[in-house]
Structures are given as C-alpha cells and as structure tokens.
C-alpha cells in the first residue's frame, strides 16, 4: 500500500492511478462548484464551468506536482507553472466547447454534458502533462 500512495514511483501504471484519484479530486471541487455557483448563485452555465475549471485545474495542479508525479522536466517552477496553465487552457477551451455543443445542440442537461466533457479533458490533460512536464 505504501508503494501504491506513499512513494515516489516512475511506474505508469501507479502514477495513471494516482492521476484517477487526483483527478476525481479535482473533478469534485470542479463539477461542485460549477453546481454551486450555476444553481445556488444562478450563474450561466458557461460562466459557472469556467470558474469551476479553473478551482479543479489549481487543486490538479497541487495533487500532480505532490502526489502524482515525482520527476520534473523544468527545474524552474515558472516555467513549470505557465506550461501547466497553458495545458488547462486548452483544456478549459476543450471543456467549453463540449459543454456548450452537447447542452444547446444535443440537448443535453449541463450537467450530464460536463460529464461527457470530463471524459476528454482528462485523457488529454493526463497525455500531456505527463510527457510535456512531468516526463
């Protein structure tokens, strides 16, 4: 147990699920607040999943470089953190877009469509982080 979430480790396989586990993390404060802020704060749906990306992208963010992932490609943490807000723009944009699409075209509950949207930010975000920053 202590390999699997104590230790440091290059194994993919322990660091994908690490990366599940994180991920679920920071979905739950994502998905979380966007149904706070779209529901309690009657925010648009948009405007919610955008602040909410953006809360579960910093909660990634601290999980991957603590927990996930032990070997840095930069040594400068600037560096590190502006490649990283640079991957999760592309993923807020992907985000957006697949909410946006499934809810006003497909019909689709916001909610369910954030699901759906997840689904693909993740693999992306994973694939990236893991061979631009953390290789």
């Not at 997840?118 to 994973?126: A, C, P, R, S």
Request: proline share 1%.
């Amino acid at each position: 147990m202590k390999k699997l979430f104590k230790d440091p480790t290059s194994n993919i396989f322990i660091q994908v699920l690490r990366y599940v586990l994180a991920g679920g993390l920071a979905y739950l404060v994502d998905y979380g607040l966007l149904i706070i802020l779209t529901e309690c704060f009657r925010r648009y749906y948009l405007t919610s999943a955008a602040v909410a990306f953006i809360a579960g992208s910093a909660a990634s963010y601290i999980l991957n470089v603590t927990w996930v992932f032990n070997k840095r490609t930069f040594k400068n943490r600037l560096i590190e953190i502006s490649i990283f807000v640079l991957i999760g723009i592309v993923g807020l944009i992907l985000n957006q877009y697949c909410l946006w699409f499934f809810t006003e075209n497909m019909n689709i509950h916001y909610l369910y469509s954030k699901v759906i949207s997840t689904i693909f930010v993740f693999i992306l975000n994973f694939f990236a982080r893991k061979y631009i920053l953390f290789r």
